[in-house]
């Protein structure tokens, strides 16, 4: 059995993290400065990571592959197997035009655009977090916003924004899913500390919608509808989260908050004389990105009245009329009822398997089992590691529910099994980096958490002491500004912050989950989202403007984490960290 030493430079803890961390300096570099692809990236990482697992930590060659192995394997399954499925539901719905439908209908809830930044890029984006994740909610949304009239600097700027505070319970929980695996910590209580962080941020990113679309005259008229739907978010977030299901999180958030959104806004007409205020102005300079907080008007003059909603002409189910060289699209009560369907059967199938009796049925399909021919003790008790144990539980696995949820649509839905057939196999393709990344970012994180060079950084930055609370969400949101990823922050960082917890004295579970948390907020800085939203709107090169346009943001929301986290470890927040 191979047991790793903490200070294998000379006794040094800190000579020997500076080694250790090398992998992580190669990854960071060739992907955020050289821009290299990150599959690329991560492979060389991994190279890194075995050259100072073998000659520094003495690890064993045969024991150090097999655990990029062991990590890849995990990184296909459940991790890849969760997003694979997912996304292919929501492959489905865009073949067979019921996503427009949806799309439709969540641009017809207000021609404020304001409230539509609101409804399309943090409900309905959330909603595609939920689902897919992996960029599709930023680039989804933003073409959305567009398409009503949004000009496309200001669409890609909000896609941005509002893509935080669902990020980590994105893909059907798919990060704290990856985070509790790999730490050992129980899934219940890293989704429970989780949802009573980032909560805090589903309330404040939609006021700061608001105000990105139209400064402070936004805020003042639509505040109360914008903060409701954040508010209700985070309800919802903290209630489905701790009490009710880790996977559904985000896509019972996004329903409940639009569905809140809707009803404020409908009251408002009540007692607001002559409704809410249009979003006006000439749209100044927002197309440069300076944003002086005027509302995007999409070619309307700016001179008063709300800023039309751009019609849509695209196909799927419903009748068009025209009017002038603009089509609109009336969809019927049976069409809007099958756009939402698949949303349902979801729903509703993770409802089932939280029935005590249906749950110990399907874990009679989990095989638990040692990984052949990998021996590793941890360094400081001497007793097995529990991440040498694979779990196939292919029965449970959150991507076997959704398999069969897409199925069941695909019934519902009468998409012949070609048509779904073909979506998997195009989903498949348009993962296919997306899979290898997640699978060498894995093998790379298991090869350093088995080695022991987590633990030796982890070790050392425990010495921050009373600031480590302070600075651990720092951490996860460095590790998703380079990677683009919650999940793979958390596979990279994860152990580290509970070993740094434990050695701080710390609950482990606040720091894992203040890496997941604070990793929400550098999403919107990552260069693969930056990328995604400026080919979406057709900024292609200008990357930079929205860098600069979303960075300030990030920081300041990243800030409010820290400061959220440290009073969590304290007693002036601490009681929140209580069941």
């Known amino acids: 059995m191979f047991?790793?030493?903490?200070?294998?430079?000379?006794?040094?803890?800190?000579?020997?993290?500076l080694v250790a961390a090398l992998p992580l300096v190669v990854f960071f570099v060739m992907l955020g400065i050289l821009r290299i692809q990150a599959w690329l990236s991560a492979l060389a990482a991994l190279a890194a990571s075995v050259v100072v697992a073998v000659a520094v930590y003495g690890m064993p060659v045969g024991q150090s592959l097999n655990s990029a192995l062991l990590g890849a394997l995990f990184g296909l399954f459940p991790i890849m197997w969760i997003v694979v499925n997912a996304l292919w539901v929501y492959q489905m719905t865009v073949d067979t035009g019921h996503f427009e439908v949806l799309r439709r209908s969540f641009g017809k809830l207000s021609d404020d655009q304001r409230l539509q930044a609101v409804i399309v890029a943090f409900c309905f984006g959330a909603l595609l977090e939920a689902?897919?994740?992996?960029?599709?909610?930023?680039?989804?949304?933003s073409v959305m916003l567009i398409a009503l009239g949004f000009k496309p600097f200001k669409a890609a700027t909000v896609a941005l924004v509002a893509n935080t505070a669902p990020v980590a319970f994105g893909a059907m929980g798919t990060p704290v899913i990856t985070l509790s695996e790999l730490t050992g910590l129980p899934l219940a209580d890293v989704s429970s500390t989780v949802g009573r962080q980032t909560p805090?941020?589903?309330?404040?990113?939609?006021?700061?919608?608001?105000?990105?679309?139209?400064?402070?005259?936004?805020?003042?008229?639509?505040?109360?509808?914008?903060?409701?739907?954040?508010l209700a978010f985070a309800v919802a977030q903290f209630v489905t989260s701790n009490y009710l299901s880790v996977e559904l999180t985000d896509v019972v958030a996004a329903l409940f908050a639009v569905g809140v959104l809707v009803v404020v806004m409908r009251a408002g007409r009540t007692y607001t004389p002559g409704g809410p205020a249009p979003a006006t102005g000439s749209g100044g300079d927002a197309e440069s990105g300076a944003g002086d907080g005027s509302a995007a008007t999409g070619g309307s003059s700016g001179t008063g009245g709300p800023a039309p909603a751009a019609s849509d002409?695209?196909?799927?189910?419903?009748t068009g009329t025209t009017t002038g060289?603009?089509?609109?699209?009336?969809?019927?009560?049976?069409?809007?009822?099958?756009?939402?369907?698949?949303y349902g059967v979801i729903i509703l199938v993770f409802a089932v398997t939280q029935i005590p009796s249906v749950k110990t049925l399907l874990e009679k399909g989990s095989v638990l089992f040692d990984w052949p021919g990998l021996d590793?003790?941890?360094?400081v008790s001497g007793k097995p590691v529990a991440s040498t144990v694979f779990n196939f539980n292919w029965l449970p696995a959150t991507g076997t529910m959704l398999l069969l949820s897409g199925v069941v649509t695909a019934v519902l839905l009468a998409v012949a099994?070609?048509?779904?057939?073909?979506?998997?196999?195009?989903?498949?393709?348009q993962l296919r980096w997306a899979i290898l990344t997640v699978a060498t970012v894995l093998a790379l994180a298991y090869v350093m958490n088995l080695s022991g060079q987590t633990s030796t950084i982890g070790h050392f930055i425990a010495g921050a002491g009373a600031a480590l609370a302070f600075l651990s969400p720092v951490l996860g949101w460095l590790g998703v500004a380079v990677t683009g990823s919650d999940t793979s922050a958390n596979a990279l960082f994860g152990i580290l912050q509970v070993t740094a917890a434990?050695?701080?004295?710390?609950?482990?579970?606040?720091?894992?989950?203040?890496?997941?948390?604070?990793?929400?907020?550098?999403?919107?800085?990552?260069?693969?989202?930056?990328?995604?939203?400026?080919?979406?709107?057709?900024l292609g090169g200008r990357e930079p403007e929205l860098l600069r346009k979303v960075v300030g943001w990030s920081l300041a929301l990243l800030l409010v984490m820290c400061v959220l986290v440290y009073l969590q470890s304290t007693p002036v927040l601490g009681w929140m960290l209580l069941s």
């Open 3 to 17: 047991q790793p030493v903490l200070d294998p430079l000379g006794g040094s803890l800190g000579w020997s993290s």
């Open 313 to 318: 002409s695209r196909t799927g189910p419903g």
């Open 325 to 342: 060289t603009d089509t609109e699209v009336h969809d019927s009560t049976g069409a809007a009822v099958k756009a939402y369907l698949p």
């Open 131 to 141: 689902l897919a994740g992996f960029g599709a909610p930023v680039a989804i949304s």
């Open 502 to 538: 434990k050695n701080s004295g710390y609950q482990p579970e606040l720091l894992a989950a203040a890496n997941s948390s604070g990793g929400v907020l550098g999403k919107m800085l990552s260069p693969q989202n930056l990328a995604i939203a400026a080919a979406a709107t057709g």
């Open 200 to 230: 805090l941020l589903a309330a404040i990113v939609p006021v700061l919608l608001v105000y990105l679309v139209d400064g402070r005259r936004g805020v003042r008229q639509t505040w109360l509808p914008a903060f409701a739907c954040g």
């Open 417 to 429: 099994p070609g048509v779904a057939a073909r979506a998997y196999g195009r989903t498949l393709h």
């Open 376 to 379: 590793v003790a941890d360094p």
